[in-house]
Structures are given as C-alpha cells and as structure tokens.
T-cell receptor, first 114, second 112 residues
Framework: NAGVTQTPKFRILKIGQSMTLQCTQD?????MYWYRQDPGMGLKLIYY???????DKGEVPNGYNVSRSTTEDFPLRLELAAPSQTSVYFCASTHTLRSNQPQHFGDGTRLSIL | AQSVTQLGSHVSVSEGALVLLRCNYSSSVPPYLFWYVQYPNQGLQLLLKYTSAATLVKGINGFEAEFKKSETSFHLTKPSAHMSDAAEYFC??????????FGTGTRLTIIP
C-alpha cells in the first residue's frame, strides 16, 4: 500500500516564485491535512479538509492556498514564496478524527526559499 | 485552552537504560492521545494510541504509555533503550474536533 505520497521530496525556490506541493492518498480517507515543521516548534497545521470540496484554515494559513477536488488529492499552493516559508511540509490523512483513529503521514517535502 | 506539553526537548539515555518521555495535556475532558516517532528525513509513524479500554497501552518497538487522568499525563516509556530508538518523539491529542494538537517534540539520543 502506498499510503500518503508527497511530491517533490526536495525543492529550492527563489523568493517570489510559486509552486504546488502535491499530496495523494489511496486509503479513501475523508480527512486530509497540511503541516509545516520547523526545528523545535513541532508541527503547525496550515490547512485541512474534511472531504472533497471542503477546506478550512489551520493555525498558520497565511501565504498558502489549498483545494480538494477529489478524495485522493490535496495540493498545497505557495503563490509568492518567502524565506519564512522555508520548512519541511507534511501531508497527513485519516478516516475520521472523532475517535482514536490516527493520522497517516507522508515522508515530507523539504522546501528552501532563497 | 486545550494544549499538549512535552517536558524536555532533548533527552539522552544510555543504551540499555530506561527511556521516559513526558507528555501532559490540558483539557477538562480526557482527549484521544497518541505518540508518534519521527526518524531522520522521514514522516511521522504511529507508536501507540490511547483507546480508553486500558490505561496502559503497548505499542511497537517495545514502547508503552500509561494514561493517568489525575495527572493529565500520557508518558512514554521503554525499559531498555536501543540505539535504533534514537529519533524525535511527538505526543498528540484529539480534543474532540477534526484536528490533532501536537506537542513540540522530544529528541531522544542514545549513548553507546
């Protein structure tokens, strides 16, 4: 089983460039999440989705956009890259969070903005 | 406010010694609780989860955690540390909505 797949694994961007981080899951999960991980800060939620066509902001949504046109895919868009967006980005999914069902994580995208 | 606190951003133990990683939550109602492990350059993997069926939960790789409602704690332990346990460990809680709240993580170093 592939689980949660993120692409690319690494990327270097110049300030002001845009890009899309891809995330797809093959577990038919309703809930999907985007986190960023900075050293010593744990994981901060950027955006999440409870199903196709439904998205909502997390703790740190500024500078990002998402869409959820299918159950499987949940891309994260950076429109104008800034150095503060240098981070490791993780996508996760789960069937439901109103229980003890865990989130399943991808391997991450390491993004540097120079 | 509902939160998860991990005491100690770095913990070092000798190989073969007891591992104890601390996690406390702040909530009037006990949440669903999880421990995740992150190896270098990888995503997070589930170690164990609290199901309310038992206060002592066993997970993978010999880890276990005990839920103590009176102390609002869910500390992670392993009787004998192995070199392969070196990683970052995250405690997380679901407080009854669609999101997980993570602690800031504890980096575990094993001393040969």
């Amino acid at each position: 089983n592939a689980g949660v797949t993120q692409t690319p694994k690494f990327r270097i961007l110049k300030i002001g460039q845009s890009m899309t981080l891809q995330c797809t899951q093959d577990m038919n999960h309703n809930y999907m999440y985007w986190y960023r991980q900075d050293p010593g800060m744990g994981l901060k939620l950027i955006y999440y989705s409870v199903g196709a066509g439904i998205t909502d902001k997390g703790e740190v949504p500024n500078g990002y956009n998402v869409s959820r046109s299918t159950t499987e895919d949940f891309p994260l868009r950076l429109e104008l890259a800034a150095p503060s967006q240098t981070s490791v980005y993780f996508c996760a999914s789960t069937h439901t969070l109103r229980s003890n069902q865990p989130q399943h994580f991808g391997d991450g995208t390491r993004l540097s903005i120079l | 406010a509902q939160s998860v606190t991990q005491l100690g951003s770095h913990v070092s133990v000798s190989e073969g010694a007891l591992v104890l990683l601390r996690c406390n939550y702040s909530s009037s109602v006990p949440p669903y609780l999880f421990w995740y492990v992150q190896y270098p350059n990888q995503g997070l993997q589930l170690l164990l989860k609290y199901t309310s069926a038992a206060t002592l939960v066993k997970g993978i790789n010999g880890f276990e955690a005990e839920f103590k409602k009176s102390e609002t704690s869910f500390h992670l332990t392993k009787p004998s540390a192995h070199m392969s346990d070196a990683a970052e460990y995250f405690c997380a809680a679901n407080f009854g909505n669609e999101k997980l709240t993570f602690g800031t993580g504890t980096r575990l170093t094993i001393i040969p």
